[in-house]
């Protein structure tokens, strides 16, 4: 497991990490059951907090990608179809949230946000994908 960790991003550290873990996990890079690097190991290798690698490990627990089995280490969660996809919905309200504060910045529309988001799905239609 490779995780880069930007100390520029506006992004919290946990949630970098967080986000490098899930993608690992849903892409099939982390398999289930697989067992991960000690909360002070990964501290200790990225020169990062033990809460900070900790917060990650439980918020991936919460989300039901990891399981901690106590004295015996952090797993990868077994997860089916339904949850994945719950997964993947709740990344794209995410990214969505971060386009709708854009385009109030920049004062896009709706309309004009749809108008665009149509004109990438005509594009893909025309081209076969």
Known sequence: MNILISQLSQTPIYEQMENQIRQSILSGEL????????????????????????????????????????????????????????????????????????CDAASITKAELMAQIDKIYQKDKEEGK
């Open 31 to 102: 398999k289930p059951n697989e067992m991960l690097p000690s909360i002070r190991r990964l501290a200790k290798d990225l020169g990062v907090g033990i809460i900070t690698v900790k917060r990650a490990y439980d918020d991936l627990c919460n989300e039901g990608l990891l399981v901690s089995l106590q004295g015996r280490g952090v797993f990868v969660a077994q997860i089916d179809a339904g949850q994945e996809k719950n997964i993947r919905l709740e990344q794209l309200r995410s990214k969505l949230e971060e386009i709708r504060q854009y």
